[in-house]
């Protein structure tokens, strides 16, 4: 049986509220979270069902910090704000989405290689009609779309070509579209469109 000793600790510790109720209105708070952040499907989109337990963190939060008394409940989120600069930096928006889009440059890059070698090996002056089949990673076919358009001479020859990266889904928040030229320079533009060689060049 508990002691009186330990029903005082605990008494000191501990609040009203009971487990159950701690661990529903923590899974409300986190549903409403949940659905805020994926408000157009764009948290699904951006991370996968498989990240869906990074939820069991902030639900696990509100738990104890609603079973915990007032001055616990402070230490509680004291704690939290001091660690809370340390979590933005590693886990920040401005790094997730550097991430998308370094993928997007990349896949532009192995694109624009494959058609230079491509022509190289077959001794041609013009480039191909259509890009050949690259085996580009599953991220970078998620988050953006990838076009090939060439620039034909009056003859019919396609002497010139870019190849542009434009975002899936505009709307989660991804801005920024690529555009690589056959020199591999690689150019951007925040407009919904796709960017052209005129637009700002990525520092590379």
Not at 52 to 63: E, N, R, T
Request: glycine residues 4%.
């Amino acid at each position: 049986m508990e002691t009186t000793a330990e029903r005082r600790a605990d008494n000191r510790i501990r609040s009203g509220v009971s487990w159950p109720r701690a661990i529903a209105w923590s899974a409300l708070v986190t549903a409403m979270l949940f659905g805020f952040l994926n408000w157009r499907g764009c948290w699904l989109f951006m991370y996968g069902a498989e990240n869906l337990l990074v939820f069991a963190y902030p639900f696990a939060w509100l738990v104890v910090l609603l079973v915990l008394r007032a001055r616990w409940r402070f230490v509680l989120v004291a704690l939290t704000l001091l660690a809370a600069p340390a979590f933005s930096l590693r886990f920040g928006m401005v790094e997730q989405f550097a991430g998308f889009e370094s993928t997007a440059v990349t896949a532009l890059q192995q694109l624009q290689s494959s058609v230079e070698t491509g022509r190289r090996e077959n001794g041609q002056e013009e480039y191909p009609e259509t890009l050949s089949t690259v085996k580009l990673t599953d991220r970078a076919r998620k988050y953006y779309q990838f076009a090939y358009v060439p620039s034909r001479s009056v003859d019919g020859k396609v002497l010139h070509y870019v190849i542009q990266a434009t975002p899936a889904r505009r709307e989660c928040e991804f801005h920024k579209s690529f555009t690589i030229a056959e020199d591999g320079k690689v150019y951007w533009t925040l407009e919904p469109r796709a960017a052209t060689l005129s637009d700002m060049l990525v520092f590379q």
